[in-house]
């Protein structure tokens, strides 16, 4: 996206991106997918390596445009030893060197395990790969990932596949203003207006899955996606974010009366 | 006479765990009612975001009957959050029907003159590649309960085999001693299914006279044991119909909910098999387990559980499960033979009973896709 202001690209890891909305796709019909990626002008889209039925039928790298960034999940890892081992098998599938870290050992819940997925951070990063651990909005945590070499940080919003939007509010933001990565809302983003008010916050990058997925119109979704994260990204480019938060400057100076 | 094995006590080499969940499963079971509930108790557990056991036992009440409609449609909610379109295909592989219970109701029955056979690697081999052709990814494993004549070391073999050609392995097999699940863990099998059949103990008893199946509590303690010996998944289900199949259900699902808790990363489902009602006959008796029975359990463990899976079997018909899929099943069965040998043309035994649906995997395939759910052959990686 290009602004009156100049380029406002997303730089995740040294690799350069317009599009500030990344597409899950654990729960789409993959024969939509073309048509959600073309809506929604994601340029980057995660792939559970789970999933990959290389050589076989409905093989979700089939569907996938090239000139996508893909970002393989180690959805299915409980340890960072297993997150490891996934990500390694991606990048022998041509995966490329991004990785999302999945680690979930609860089954009920699907809250990722922030230790485990620092440990997983470190090493990964050490092996070059392009590291975005998946996370429960923590800044301590996210202090640790970004020390491990994280290229972003994404924390969920609310449960997965809750749609409940942004939950974790008030810890995403602190995140925003305390680390110098790009935070990425990961989970529980049902509307788009949620997905507005995540970019007002001043986070970088927008991923959603259930919300269009199970739209009624998923391509009609996808596009209401892209204009709600383009539009919260510039209400925060403008400002605007600063002002929702109380934090505006009165028109004249509230210390003006002070003399010497 | 020689007397009967008491059901309750475990036999020689049956491993006893630490565990009060058969405790807890039984207690609770005991007192559940399910003709305490009415139509408000169910309104209760509808309203809620997350339903407790009490709210689980009206669901599954004579009152919720009348609540299928919004019942379906909070479980096609719920199962969207969860799974969204996805809809997992797998087909089961019997490689042996020997066995040496006399379960009353099962057609692998000891006593039933069928025809026995056990496959050898080579028949399993040819087997496995029948099936890898049609493009699955997801095999189960299952023989007969006879430690004699399909050991485990046989059935060991047999999954290392089937790893070669498929990437999900899962078993249903007699129930196995925490060392052994770790041996077929090692093998490259990765979930256990072990269905107790009925958690009342008296009618337990009475439908299984004979054979080690007739212990209820080494049964009742299987998925804990597969956990320990490192499995990811473990299934639950109850044979509907055998005994009440209210109270069986309520039982089932809260037996799952005892091991999740217990063991967090454990990969839950359940699987609602049931005996079919004499069709025709005018005395209708209030345990038979028609088609709205069946989908009312399976709704009630969708939104009891949301985040299960729960599996749908070729003993319903098309029509039943075409429609479930989406709805509140997530794990369909294609392309199925019963029979010992069945998808090599080279049928050696008899199958262990009939099956409604007999379509292959491209014709389920294409029946997802024709309900708008997306085919998936495998969302599982080995690590």
Do not use: W
């Not at chain 2, 509808?46 to 609540?67: K, M, N, Y």
């Not at chain 2, 592989?93 to 099962?106: A, D, G, P, R, T």
């Amino acid at each position: 996206m290009r602004t009156e202001d100049g380029p406002d690209d997303l730089v995740i890891g040294g690799h350069v991106f317009r599009s500030r909305f990344i597409l899950g796709s654990g729960k789409f019909s993959l024969e939509k997918m073309r048509e959600v990626i073309e809506n929604a002008g994601v340029e980057m889209a995660t792939m559970a390596l789970r999933r990959a039925n290389v050589g076989g039928a409905e093989n979700i790298l089939d569907y996938v445009p090239s000139g996508i960034t893909l970002l393989p999940n180690t959805s299915g890892a409980r340890t960072a030893e297993e997150a490891v081992r996934i990500a390694r098998l991606a990048r022998e599938l041509n995966c490329g060197d991004f990785v999302k870290i999945e680690v979930i050992h609860d089954s009920r819940y699907l809250l990722p395990d922030n230790y485990e997925t620092i440990r997983a951070t470190e090493i990964l990063a050490r092996e070059g790969f392009v590291v975005l651990p998946y996370m429960y909005p923590d800044l301590n945590a996210a202090r640790a990932m970004r020390d491990a070499g994280a290229a972003a940080i994404m924390p969920l919003g609310a449960p997965i596949g809750s749609n409940r939007g942004l939950l974790t509010r008030d810890f995403i933001q602190i995140l925003v203003d305390e680390i110098d990565l790009p935070i990425i809302v990961d989970a529980g983003i049902g509307r788009p207006s949620q997905a507005c008010e995540a970019m007002e916050m001043g986070v970088a990058a927008i991923m959603a899955n259930t919300a269009i997925a199970t739209a009624v119109d998923v391509g009609l979704m996808a596009r209401a996606f892209r204009l709600a994260i383009e539009s919260g990204r510039a209400a925060y480019r403008a400002g605007l974010g600063r002002r929702l938060e109380g934090r505006a400057e009165a028109s004249s100076p509230l210390t003006g009366f002070l003399q010497g | 006479m020689r007397a009967k094995t008491d059901h309750m006590r475990y036999g020689r080499h049956m491993e006893v765990i630490e565990s009060d969940i058969m405790g807890r499963v039984l207690e609770a079971m005991g007192r559940y009612d399910a003709h305490r509930y009415d139509a408000a108790d169910v309104e209760r557990a509808l309203g809620r975001s997350v339903l407790t056991i009490e709210d689980f036992g009206a669901l599954l009440s004579p009152a919720a009957q009348a609540f299928l409609e919004p019942m379906a449609a909070r479980a096609r909610h719920e199962t969207q959050r969860m799974f969204g379109n996805a809809v997992s295909m797998f087909t089961p592989l019997y490689i042996s029907n020997f066995c040496e219970n006399m379960c009353v109701y099962c057609g692998f029955n000891c006593r039933n003159a069928i025809r026995r056979a056990r496959l050898d690697m080579e028949a399993i081999e040819a087997e496995l590649k029948a099936i890898a052709a049609t493009g699955l990814q997801d095999i189960l494993l299952l023989t007969g309960e006879s430690r004699s004549k399909s050991g485990v070391a046989y059935i060991g073999d047999a999954v290392r085999l089937a790893a070669r050609y498929f990437n999900l392995v899962g078993v249903e097999i007699y129930p196995l001693n925490t060392d052994e699940y770790a041996h077929l863990h090692a093998c490259g099998a990765d979930y256990v299914c072990v269905y107790q059949e009925t958690y009342d103990t008296d009618r337990y008893e009475e439908v299984h006279p004979r054979g080690s199946k007739r212990i209820y509590p080494y049964r009742f303690d299987a998925q804990e044991r597969a956990l320990k010996g490192g499995m990811r998944g473990v299934a639950f289900g109850a044979l509907l119909g055998l005994a009440d199949f209210r109270k069986d259900a309520f039982a089932t699902g809260l037996h799952a909910h005892l091991v999740q808790k217990k063991y967090p990363h454990a990969e839950i489902s359940f699987s609602p098999p049931r005996l079919r009602p004499y069709i025709n006959n005018a005395d209708e008796n209030p345990r038979d387990v028609h088609e709205p029975q069946l989908l009312q359990v399976m709704l009630a463990y969708r939104l009891f559980m949301p985040f299960a899976g729960l599996t749908i079997s070729t003993r319903e018909r098309a029509g039943f499960r075409d429609h479930v899929i989406g709805l509140c099943a997530t794990k369909i069965s294609a392309g199925v033979r019963v029979d010992i040998g069945g998808h090599t043309g080279e049928e050696q035994g008899d199958g262990q009973f009939e099956i409604s649906d007999s379509r292959s995997v491209a014709e389920v395939h294409a029946m997802i896709l024709k309900r708008g759910l997306q085919p998936v052959y495998t969302d599982y990686v080995r690590v």
